[in-house]
T-cell receptor, first 112, second 112 residues
Framework: DTGVSQDPRHKITKRGQNVTFRCDPI?????LYWYRQTLGQGPEFLTY????????KSRLLSDRFSAERPKGSFSTLEIQRTEQGDSAMYLC??????????FGEGSRLTVL | KQEVTQIPAALSVPEGENLVLNCSFT??????LQWFRQDPGKGLTSLLL?????REQTSGRLNASLDKSSGRSTLYIAASQPGDSATYLC???????????FGSGTRLLVRP
């Protein structure tokens, strides 16, 4: 148990629908990261927060994607007007003071 | 631009064998390198973190080495067990931002 909780674990939706994922990290570190992993590939960085401020967004994060961390604790990642290419595992991560990045179990999105 | 490669993509070994997983990176100016394990449909579990100033790290039957000059890291697993079957991912960080650049992983099967 890494202490990073993600919900839902699996979401199946139809193309064009909106979906939202939630991440609850251990509050040991003020940074929170979102990554995306497609089948057979390693995760790719999407965005990260320091407290409630979103400090960087990857070019992978199109304008259909929005992430928030309203109180510097939990975070949400919303995808609007989903496309089949959005099907992936969305991973949330939280650093530890050991320097390691700890990941949650992920939220798997399937867009039909 | 940093690129991380893991070869082979898949490996099958009999139980009890010692094995080495390879990770190569193109830019030697890495900040640190982290090895992860991923079970099917699950998130990533951190195994070992090697700082750029270190040559190796050990945890139980696992030993990870780092050679920045040659752009290589290896993960050595001693006396492999069927429970070691998983995908192993390496990830390089170029600074303290925790924006990791992942390889595509090596899928390991340890046969009883």
């Amino acid at each position: 148990d890494t202490g990073v909780s993600q919900d839902p674990r699996h979401k199946i939706t139809k193309r064009g629908q909106n979906v939202t994922f939630r991440c609850d990290p251990i509050s040991e570190h003020n940074r929170l990261y979102w990554y995306r992993q497609t089948l057979g590939q390693g995760p790719e960085f999407l965005t990260y927060f320091q407290n409630e401020a979103q400090l960087e967004k990857s070019r992978l994060l199109s304008d259909r994607f929005s992430a928030e961390r309203p109180k510097g604790s939990f975070s949400t990642l919303e995808i609007q007007r989903t496309e089949q290419g959005d099907s992936a595992m969305y991973l949330c991560a939280n650093p530890r003071y050991t320097g390691e990045l700890f990941f949650g179990e992920g939220s798997r999105l399937t867009v039909l | 631009k940093q690129e991380v490669t893991q070869i082979p993509a898949a490996l099958s070994v009999p139980e009890g064998e010692n094995l080495v997983l390879n990770c190569s990176f193109t830019d030697s100016a890495i900040y640190n390198l982290q090895w992860f394990r991923q079970d099917p449909g699950k998130g990533l579990t951190s195994l070992l973190l090697i700082q750029s100033s270190q040559r190796e790290q050990t945890s139980g039957r696992l030993n990870a080495s780092l050679d920045k000059s040659s752009g290589r890291s290896t993960l050595y697993i001693a006396a492999s067990q069927p429970g070691d079957s998983a995908t192993y991912l390496c990830a390089a960080s170029m600074d303290s931002s925790y924006k990791l650049i992942f390889g595509s992983g090596t899928r390991l099967l340890v046969r009883p």
